[in-house]
């Protein structure tokens, strides 16, 4: 049995987790992988606070950098949140030559170029699996199981308070704000949930498995991003009645020339297809590689428990790659791909506006489409008529993205359109 001495950078949600995880399970992992793990020192913040679990003092510093400078710690676990200090933390474990594992996706996605670069002239690899879709181990099959294949598309559901929010809003009828007001009092959003609500959590994560997945950095800059913030339920009912359910998804879809195009937002997608079905906060990810056909991964995507059992497994990884250092991979592997301009690409979209009832109006908004050679499938009218205006959904044909959003801008200025139109994807994932 050979010992291996962890720092633990932050002891909130997961790094409190994590203790208690090892101390319920450390045994089995123990027998399962001959390393006996042990939390040497734990930084926080404020030793002061009270927290439902608490930290041993005799072992608490409030400078992570004493985690740095024990010889006896051989893995640093970083799940502190934030970028600055986490990056700072990195290089300085880098320097002193301690494996890291982290959750931090934030950090990873703003400066994975630098880290992932850190890593690989080091030859110290970085564990990550935390930082994706919690306990679901998506990264690890990404990296190993899947090596042998090309990657054509890979979608996401990646966060787990937006799916819940749209669930709700889906189920139970409910209005964006009482659906956020019962996941903070459930406990599944923040007291601050911007970063769920406008996609970037969710965007930090799919250029993770984008950049796993296609060998090459992807730039925060690189993709489109929306999110729910503006979410009416009036969308939800519509796309209800077409057959579809709306979800917040990450795409990553190859094309010819190894272009990946990448977005995150809420799209359409047939209330048949099997993502339709993920609800609450639960997590999916669908892979399609060209050797193994489609895979889904389905799980808990956030949560103490489940988040500290990804970095459980990250620890069995870094205990081996301790005693075989040239185990584990320093990630994106700066082989091919490049980012495809999301403008370029093909969809059909949905499209709703509020017009004044009045007569020619549908002629006008057919004619900017009909120009563009963009085709309309369906066309349906809200039942209830609030004064003179009426709520129009159209179901737009596959066309060039730049050219529907260039005809959308264009219609949104006739003076018969009331309201800012609402313009979502609809994927049929083939
Ligand atoms: N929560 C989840 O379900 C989840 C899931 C996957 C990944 N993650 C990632 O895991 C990381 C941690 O998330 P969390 O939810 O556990 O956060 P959290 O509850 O806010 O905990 C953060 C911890 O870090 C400590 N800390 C912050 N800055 C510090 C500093 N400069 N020096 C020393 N300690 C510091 C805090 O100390 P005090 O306690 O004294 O304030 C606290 O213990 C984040 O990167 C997050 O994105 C979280």
């Given amino acids: 049995m050979v010992s291996v001495g962890i720092g633990l950078a932050g002891f909130g949600t997961v790094g409190a987790g994590v203790f208690r995880a090892l101390k319920q399970n450390g045994d089995l992992l123990a027998q399962r992988t001959g390393t006996h793990f042990e939390i040497r020192r734990i930084a926080l913040r404020d030793p002061t606070k009270s927290r439902p679990l608490p930290a041993p003092l005799e072992i608490v510093t409030t400078r992570w950098q004493d985690l740095m400078t024990d010889p006896k710690i051989s893995i640093i676990v970083e799940l502190m949140g934030g970028t ?14 301690k494996l890291v594992v982290t959750g931090n996706k934030a950090l990873l996605a703003e400066h994975g170029a630098e880290i992932f670069e850190l890593s690989r002239s080091a030859n ?14 998506i990264i690890k099959s990404i990296r190993e199981a899947f090596i042998g294949n090309r990657f054509e598309s890979i979608y996401g559901i990646l966060n787990g308070t937006s799916n819940y929010i749209l669930s709700r809003m889906t189920e139970s009828e409910m209005d964006f704000h009482q659906a956020l007001r019962e996941a903070q009092s459930r406990g599944f959003a923040e007291a601050d949930p911007s970063l769920d609500l406008n996609g970037w959590d969710a965007a930090h994560k799919t250029i993770l498995l984008a950049s796993l997945a296609h060998g090459f950095w992807v730039g925060t800059c690189d993709i489109k991003v929306e999110g729910i913030e ?8 519509f796309a209800r009645q077409l057959g579809y359910r709306i979800k917040l998804l990450s795409s990553i879809r190859s094309h010819p020339d190894r272009e990946i195009e990448i977005s995150v937002g809420p799209v359409l997608i047939p209330a048949s297809h099997i993502l339709a079905s993920v609800n609450g906060v639960f997590n999916a990810i669908l892979v399609r590689g060209d050797m193994v056909g489609e895979s889904l991964f389905y799980g808990r995507g956030a949560g103490e428990s489940p988040t500290a059992s990804a970095v459980l497994g990250n620890l069995a990884e870094a205990a081996l790659s301790l005693s075989s250092p040239t185990y584990g991979s320093p990630g994106p592997h700066n082989l091919y791909g490049r980012i495809k301009n999301p403008d370029s690409c093909l969809a059909p979209f949905y499209l709703r506006l509020v017009v004044n009832s009045q007569p020619k109006v549908l002629t006008q908004i057919a004619s900017i489409l009909g120009d563009a050679k963009i085709g309309i499938m369906s066309l349906v009218q809200s039942g209830g008529q609030d004064g003179h205006q009426i709520s129009l959904v159209l179901m737009l044909q596959k066309a060039v993205v730049g050219v529907t959003r260039k005809a959308i801008r264009q219609i949104a200025v006739l003076p018969c359109v009331r309201e800012k139109p609402v313009l979502l994807r609809v994927e049929h994932f083939v």
């Fill in 230 to 237: 503006t979410f009416s339920n009036l969308d939800i009912r």
């Fill in 124 to 137: 110290m690899p970085v564990f990550y699996e935390a930082a994706v879709a919690g306990g679901v181990p």
């Fill in 84 to 97: 600055v200090e986490p990056l700072a933390l990195l290089r300085s474990a880098f320097a002193a030559r």
